[in-house]
């Protein structure tokens, strides 16, 4: 390779890149920060909103059938083809993939153009199977071949400690295959705003509130933290809980809330475009995030949505699946409790509610510290410091 050229990488993603959703999000901010470390992305994606005029990102976008199953099927045909018309036109150094669903297009594009493959986990697919189809054996048995192809496939596995830790141990990716690289936050972005000022632009009262936010579906939890409601209202009447988001089980959720007569003390506000969902968390007394026990092992989850607590100077309370959950509690930025447990939530929720001023603003302190340690830059470095062993220059 020219040594004057900066690597580049096919970042492949079946996402359109500019909506306001988290694997969407999640692409471009890497890529952002990919391109500032001096590799040059290019992204085959779906189609979409349009890129903003002042976007340097190099985009190659592959149509798809919309019906559901059409739609993987098809991205894996045209998505495959737009690939290698990239790595032809582009002349990439290396095919760098999301660990999605039945997706094959990095792959296919690796194996036909010659070019390395890093596959990126953001997730746990069989477990994600697992709990969604807990009785249906056959898929959960073809995620399981599909993930242990992509994984030994793969010239390098990449992804958060947790996500690492798991494929060693559940598909033996050996350790020198894979590359330990936490997600990031964007802290430019996310970052601590004045309590009082975000209540008052939104019209809310100055009472404790606590924000849950990201994508409402089961993988989230959220039958836990309705349980808490229901235990923290009890203990603090005057508290007010604000979900953020939306999902294929918000209907769920809402009809949950009423028949618990809990509808005056749950505001979910829907899904927020990126730039405005700072200023929900600004509103907090402190952050929630919940996940399932039956969704992988525990400390295995990696959650963008706990960095973005971080980032906005909010103490946090997670549960022991999160990876970032010890951290958290030792950094003295939030407290860890068991998942499933609907009063140890509360009970962890009340006591953050109960602290004094000075405690409160310790645990802000803490967790922004803790989120400048981990952005978007630090991840896009650890790939940009690897780059020249995957491509053999």
């Keep these: 390779m020219d040594a004057r050229r ?25 890529a ?33 059938f919309a019906i559901r ?38 792959l296919w594009v690796s194996l036909i153009s010659g070019r390395p493959l890093i596959v990126e986990i953001n997730g746990l697919p069989t477990a994600d199977v697992r709990l969604y189809r807990p009785n249906n054996t056959a898929l959960i048995g ?33 350790a020198n295959k894979c590359i330990e690289a936490p997600l990031g936050v964007n802290t430019s ?8 000022e975000c209540l008052a632009k939104q019209g809310r009262e100055d009472v404790p509130t606590v924000v849950w936010a990201g994508v409402i579906s089961a993988w989230q939890g959220l039958v836990v933290l309705v349980d808490a409601v229901e235990i923290v209202a009890g203990g603090c009447p005057a ?41 929900f968390l600004g509103c ?4 929630v995030a919940t996940f399932p026990g039956n969704r992988g092992d525990r400390g295995t989850i990696s959650s963008l949505k706990t960095l973005t607590y971080l980032a906005s100077g909010r103490p946090v309370v997670t549960n022991e699946m999160d990876e970032m959950g010890r951290q958290i509690q030792d950094a003295g930025a939030g407290l860890m409790v068991p998942p499933d447990d609907g009063p140890s939530l509360a009970a962890a929720i009340l006591t953050i509610l109960g602290e004094d001023h000075a405690a409160w603003r310790g645990r802000c302190a803490a967790s922004r510290r803790m989120a400048e340690s981990q952005t978007w830059r630090h991840k896009a470095e650890i790939i940009a410091g690897c780059l020249g062993d995957i491509s053999g220059s």
């Design 284 to 287: 907090a007394t402190v952050c």
């Design 239 to 279: 508290v007010q809980f604000v979900v953020v988001g939306g999902g294929i089980t918000e209907g769920w959720l809402r009809d949950e809330i009423e028949r618990r007569g809990l509808a005056g003390k749950v505001s979910l506000v829907g899904p927020k475009p990126y730039g405005e969902v700072n200023e």
């Design 142 to 174: 073809l995620t399981r071949i599909w993930e242990r192809t992509m994984y030994g496939r793969a010239d390098r596995v990449l992804g958060a400690v947790g996500y690492i830790r798991f494929v060693q141990d559940h598909f033996g990716v050996p």
């Design 32 to 64: 952002f920060a990919l391109h500032e470390a001096g590799v040059e992305p290019i992204l085959l994606n779906l189609p979409g909103p349009k890129a903003p005029s002042d976007s340097e990102l190099r985009e190659v976008r592959a149509p798809v």
């Design 69 to 106: 199953f059409l739609r993987q099927l098809s991205w894996n045909v045209t998505g495959t083809i737009a690939g290698i018309a990239a790595v032809r036109r582009f002349n990439p150094d290396v095919v760098y993939s999301r660990m999605e669903p039945g997706i094959f297009v990095g």
């Design 6 to 30: 900066r690597f580049r990488i096919l970042q492949v993603g079946a996402l359109s890149l500019w909506k306001d959703r988290g694997d969407s999000l999640h692409a471009r901010e890497l």
């Design 189 to 196: 972005v996310f970052t601590p705003l004045e309590r009082r």
